[in-house]
């Protein structure tokens, strides 16, 4: 269920266009059209580190990382997991499957969480749990827009229960952030899948998703062999999310700074600010 | 290219008319100003009173015009940095209904709107500007997340009403339009209303209840649709322009019988002639009602807006 | 759209069992598995009278009318409206196509409002709105739960938009009855359609339907002529709606009383004297 | 009739001799009670033995028993005048999930449970207690209406997971099951959830953010399906039970791992053995919960709630 979403580390392209009925088009800006276009062309996604995704989104110079030193532990006695995570640690220079901080996108403050598709497959086990749970709450503490990346296999099979149960803390974590009327903006890039699409990826006020990312509940092959067919092509894509309703919008990676600085700027402006403010 | 209506032919003759009289005294190089001033003259007085003397039917013909600005046009011109949202959710995205956000001068709101196509093609992908009941239930998710966020929602009203299909049946559109009523009644934002082109019966009031409302010059908006109307009472649905006689579906109407708070503007000939004008007459109006609404706690809002729609009705 | 649902008045029996497929029947008691049985069973649903319904409903002796003397005006100069009017208060011994009051159930108080599909085909004019408006209020006064019968071939075309209005009028209504916490029942009969459904029918807390009632937002004619296709059988009836999710169950028409009753008496014990009562 | 497990052999073959024992001693009259006392009680010991000291994957396959009780049974047994109310108001109504109204003693609750089938027939309507997102929607709608009538929640759980089928990936499994673990959280009315039979991940979880949880004794909840765990350790689902042994998932695992509060105890051999008995004890579990929960106010329950959510995990 896991691997499978990891084998193929560059996949075949599958346009989702011949798949089923045409998605609704209605894209008014240009941009839109491009984003479109531009995801028809694409041969594959390209996974990129956490650490890099930071780079890309956050001004230079403006991140302050959380909680570096948490580093899971192994509290079901799972067979190799030690072992496991520091081959995970070695390979990615990382401790964790997530990346938790505060920063400035053009200039606006924001709380991030980047998930990191290449740290155990970026499966969520009690410390990514934790770590997104603590930078929830700094954004409640300190009134800041959260945006969450998400890239993840699903729940960390090696912390079973606990694992399962990060699901419960981030999503009640974010209830709360939703009741003081903190803005949540999730980007869901390629794979997000399992316990992360059931729980964090799927909250937020605004859906962002990357073009042709692999997004569902069950991985693709647990699906196809349930059903004992194969799943039409498209299935489980972005674009397809996007016409069942649970996608607010394709962006591509190269506007995804700006579309998500053009959406804190519209929620920066509302609020008690807006039209109670004596300016209009 | 925009096809005359019947009731605009004498305009278009004269207008053509004057063209030929222009041409004609060019090319034989006669001076013909007198007449032709005479003639504008004569134009401009014909078209004011034609526009202004509209008869049910016609304006019917008029809010329906496939030239006539849809909303998304108005959104263009209206809205700054307008972000396009989708999907409600639960089932689907419904091109009939476009919802976002953006900024109206400097302030921060959710828009949502019927979409009809602008042609064919992009009539199909809108269903002819009717929703099913996910194009209802993606609008009322914007619109509590503009309560959330203390957005105030510009909904522009323009659909034949909510589509009457076998699939809009089995995924509950009285539902849809019933929960819409009952939630839009009680959201802690202001909501102001425009209708734009056909205000098309539960279909169109599911984005209607507002606290303030107002309606294009042209535009309409009924119970039913005059072809329904007629085929009800006299099993023809040709008898449409009979029917839209009696059933007080102008924007005048509507404002007399006090279902709507005010009429904007269209330019003579209505807001195809002329888009910029006509956006910034709802400019003005969305800006000065904002104004005032944002005065208002919620709850004088929510107090405010009950006793203006628990008002409406007439009994013995 | 009104007429064609009232042209017929038996109509002949179908079957939703054969059409689709089959509804997920999950009775736990006797009686729903007589319901189900008998729904089969019966030929047709018979309409009858909101006075009958208020008889069989109501206990003896305890129902008191509101707003007896409403009647309905012609603000549109709608010709032959008054005529139509005339003749359906003849033809009925009513003043409109709605009777509301308040009474008990089995010796439970509640506020009732039951329409009469007999009047001018249960078209719901600004009468009709404000006579059930008023019963909400009184509702939100006296907190007592409230029910409707729900019987109408939609919003009446003679007072126009008004009539459309109507629709908002309750739906405000029962928001602010919901905020108050109290509980509305809505029984869906034969026929609900129209504005009827898009408004009140479709907001109660539990919905329960008379079996094989037709229940819908547009007519099955509308329909028809829209997708140029005949309907499948059992389409829009009560069945096929529990089976898409719009109601909570399907009761006969001899056990009616006895589940409402069931209900408010639940209903009577929550609230601030549940748990929080110091009998636990 | 009851097909034993294998690790019941002994038991069952025990059984049998006692049988075959009294039935000769009978035929042949022939006092041999000495002897058939010995044998019971050998029985007795055999029984406590094995019972107690159950293997995770012995107790993977009591919690799957198909004679073990469903839902259904239990909720005739617990509460008195139940309603059960359907659908989820968007799609459809979903068999695998039973949600009702009713009476636990003298308190008005509402119920909540997967629905496995009893037997092939009821496993087909039930999708075997797999529920689509329609199911989890009609939950989330029914505890919604709890809260606002104030009525605690109840929820029985007993699933292999939700489905993974492709019409649930449309309709937004992944979007169902948060929204549920979202608004449960913050639900400001008791919820108390026992686990009753399988406990499988998310499809699980999405009826299990509670005030109080416990399961019972014999029942199992983990992150994945041991079968599922072999299959991605060992590419070989017929390892599972070997899984089962590394991925603590009994009752007494979680109890120890803290994510449950209690374990309610089923007779010996299982609840299958005397449904009564475990009914008597979870109804003593459910009103002693609600008797101290129903002390604390709205907003004690949710920090609590909380921080009893907010402090599951282990790290360095
Ligand atoms: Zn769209
Ligand atoms: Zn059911």
Not at chain 1, 82 to 95: F, G, I, R, V
Not at chain 1, 111 to 122: A, E, H, K, T
Not at chain 2, 243 to 253: N, S, V, W, Y
Request: with cysteine.
């Amino acid at each position: 269920m896991l691997k499978d979403l990891f084998n193929k580390k560059s996949y075949i392209t599958i346009n989702m266009y011949e798949g089923g009925r045409s998605p609704i088009s209605n894209a008014i800006k240009p941009e839109d059209k491009l984003a479109a276009h531009t995801a028809k062309e694409q041969k594959k996604t390209e996974r990129i580190s956490a650490r890099v995704r930071i780079r890309t989104i956050i001004d230079e110079g403006s991140f302050q990382e959380y909680d570096t030193d948490l580093e899971a532990w192994n509290p079901l006695e799972f067979p190799d997991y030690p072992q496991k995570l520091a081959s995970a640690m070695a390979a990615t220079d990382e401790k964790e499957a997530v990346i938790t901080g505060e920063g400035k996108v053009l200039g606006m403050g924001c709380v991030i969480g980047v998930m990191n598709p290449s740290f155990m497959m970026g499966s969520m086990g009690t410390v990514v749990g934790e770590k997104l749970t603590r930078a929830i709450e700094k954004a409640i503490e300190k009134k800041l827009p959260l945006i969450i990346f998400t890239a993840s296999g699903g729940a960390r099979m090696q912390e079973g229960i606990l694992s399962l149960m990060q699901m419960a803390k981030t999503s009640a974590a974010l209830a709360r952030l939703a009741e003081e009327g903190i803005l949540y903006i999730a980007v869901l890039t390629d794979p997000t899948t399992g316990g992360v699409t059931a729980s964090f990826a799927m909250l937020g006020d605004i859906i962002l998703a990357e073009p042709r990312a692999l997004i569902g509940f069950a991985g693709p092959r647990v699906i196809e062999q349930t059903i004992k067919q194969r799943l039409p092509e498209g299935f489980q894509r972005s674009e397809f999310l996007m016409e069942k309703g649970f996608v607010d919008k394709i962006v591509i990676r190269e506007n995804l700074k700006e579309t998500l600085a053009a959406i804190l700027k519209i929620h920066s402006i509302g609020g008690e600010h807006n039209v109670s403010s004596p300016r209009i | 290219m925009y096809h005359h209506l019947e009731f605009e032919k004498p305009i278009s003759e004269l207008e053509n008319k004057i063209v030929d009289l222009r041409k004609f005294a060019e090319e034989n190089n006669i001076d013909l100003n007198n007449e032709v001033n005479i003639l504008t003259r004569r134009l401009e007085a014909m078209k004011k009173e034609i526009y202004s003397g509209l008869n049910p039917w016609q304006k019917v013909r008029l809010a329906r015009l496939q030239e006539r600005p849809k909303a998304l046009d108005y959104i263009q011109k209206l809205f700054s940095d307008f972000i396009e949202l989708h999907g409600d959710r639960y089932y689907g995205d419904d091109g009939a209904i476009i919802a976002g956000i953006g900024m109206l001068s400097d302030i921060a709101v959710t828009v949502i709107a019927h979409q009809k196509g602008r042609d064919l093609e992009e009539n199909l992908s809108r269903n002819f500007g009717m929703p099913h009941p996910e194009g209802y239930r993606k609008a009322l998710r914007l619109m509590k997340q503009a309560e959330k966020f203390k957005r105030p929602i510009i909904t522009l009203i323009d659909t034949p009403g909510a589509y009457c299909g076998l699939e809009a049946e089995e995924r509950g559109q009285g539902e849809a339009i019933a929960s819409n009523l009952l939630h839009l009644s009680r959201l802690k934002t202001p909501i102001i209303s425009i209708v734009i082109g056909e205000g098309g019966s539960g279909g169109a009031l599911a984005l209607g209840i507002a606290d303030r409302m107002a309606m294009l010059e042209h535009s309409i908006y009924s119970v039913i649709s005059p072809e329904g109307l007629s085929s009800i009472l006299w099993k023809d649905s040709s008898l449409a322009q009979r029917a839209a006689d009696i059933m007080k579906l102008t924007a005048q109407d509507l404002l007399q019988l006090k279902v709507i708070d005010a009429i904007i503007q269209e330019p003579l000939g209505g807001a195809h002639r002329d888009i910029q004008v006509v956006t910034e007459n709802m400019r003005e109006y969305l800006l000065g009602e904002l104004r005032i609404l944002s005065r208002h706690s919620p709850q004088v809002l929510l107090d405010t807006r009950y006793e203006k729609i628990r008002s409406i009705g007439a009994w013995k």
